[in-house]
Every structure is written in structure tokens, then in C-alpha cells.
């Protein structure tokens, strides 16, 4: 039986998931370690974080982050490393818990892609979160981080100098046909260019629904 979903997810940080994309730059970086890379990538991602944080508030935050940010292995590939943390921003309306996902350049150590969203406080996640019903997909292993991260990589591909990338998030939709195989579709905007009239898309990102791990992804528009 096919099951769809419309997944409505509230942000506070944002009302559309907003990817800002820096073109590389000719850099090129030393020999190091995978520690030091790593490193490097993980404090290049809170910067691009806080400041983004800043930027959108009318008095400047407090940003503190949980922990260093984790390799995204299943995303990565040989010119981007993509990772994943979390952390809290204290303004003037109280503190919010926030999650991140950062493309990081290989070469250069710039942050090219980076998806910010609100994480909801612990007791209401699990409060709106119930145990899913019998023939109805279970949507906990879902990431729609992990989708947009591989359709930022696509866009990429297809405009080597994408300066914006905005995902909306009321345009989500998850179907799911059988127990190992499900879908998520949604759509945005590029600017193909710096300062070029926004382009809209659709992507769909099939999913492994028992452990949310990337398919395969297409684009279309």
C-alpha cells in the first residue's frame, strides 16, 4: 500500500532553508593530516555558521556549538567534505538548539553549501513524535539534510558558479512504495550566476526508509 506524507517542519531559524554558496577560490592547501584537515573543515563550518547566525538577528547573538562537527562519510567525495553538528543560539526571545549541515572545499577549506534549521527542545520531539502506526512509514530515520546536501552537489555540477541555493521546505513530500524503498521530493531556487535571476528546480531523492541513507538523487527545471 502506498503510504504519503506531507511533512511539515517548523523553523524559527528560517521560513525557507537557505544554502550560501562562496565560489572556491585557487588556493591550493599543504600536505596534512586527515586531523588537521578535519580540523580545519570542522572550524571553517562554525564560523560560516555563527556568522550566518549574526547576520539574520537584529542584536548579535550568543552561538555556542555541542561538540566539533561529524564527517558526513556518505556524503563526501574528493573535492567537498560535508559534515554535521549542532548547537544553541541565545537571543533576545530565549535559546534555540540548532542543527547544521556544511559543504567544505577539500582544497581550499571554504565553506561552499551550508543548511541551517531549528531542532526542536528533546520532551517535544519526542512528544510530537509517536510511535508509527502499523503499514505507515516510519519516518525517523529521514534526513532531509542528507537529500539537499546531495542536490547542492548537483547544482554544483550543473552551474560551476551557483552563488545562492534556497530549498523550500512547505514543498516536502515523502512517499514510500515498499519497506526498503522511499522518496523525497521538494523544490527551490539557484541563482546560476552571482546576481542572476533565480532559477526554480525540483529534486527527488529516493531513500533506504530503515536507515535514511541517499539512493539516488535527480533534478529537474
Not at 510530537?128 to 529521514?142: G, I, M, N
Amino acid at each position: 500500500m502506498t503510504a504519503i506524507s506531507r511533512l511539515r517542519l517548523a523553523a524559527r531559524i528560517a521560513a525557507l532553508v537557505v544554502v550560501t554558496v562562496a565560489l572556491p577560490s585557487q588556493a591550493q592547501s599543504g600536505a596534512e593530516t586527515p586531523a588537521a584537515a578535519a580540523s580545519r573543515a570542522a572550524a571553517a563550518c562554525e564560523k560560516s555558521a555563527r556568522q550566518t547566525l549574526s547576520a539574520r538577528a537584529a542584536k548579535a547573538p550568543e552561538v555556542t556549538f555541542d561538540a566539533a562537527p561529524a564527517i558526513q562519510h556518505e556524503l563526501s567525495n574528493e573535492s567537498q567534505t560535508v559534515l554535521r553538528g549542532t548547537g544553541r543560539l541565545r537571543g533576545v526571545d530565549g535559546v534555540h538548539a540548532f542543527t547544521y549541515v556544511c559543504n567544505v572545499d577539500r582544497s581550499s577549506f571554504e565553506v561552499v553549501g551550508l543548511v541551517l534549521r531549528d531542532a526542536p527542545a528533546p520532551a517535544a520531539a519526542a512528544k510530537a513524535r509517536p510511535a508509527p502506526a502499523p503499514l505507515e512509514p516510519d519516518l525517523r530515520a529521514l534526513s532531509p539534510a542528507a537529500c539537499e546536501s546531495s542536490a547542492v552537489l548537483l547544482l554544483q555540477q550543473r552551474w560551476p558558479q551557483v552563488a545562492r541555493i534556497s530549498f523550500d521546505s512547505a514543498t516536502r513530500t515523502y512517499r514510500q512504495t515498499t519497506a526498503e524503498r522511499a522518496e523525497l521530493l521538494g523544490s527551490g531556487r539557484a541563482e546560476p550566476t552571482p546576481g542572476a535571476t533565480p532559477r526554480l528546480f525540483g529534486f527527488e531523492c529516493a531513500i533506504d526508509p530503515r536507515d535514511g541513507r541517499v539512493l539516488r538523487i535527480g533534478l529537474s527545471g
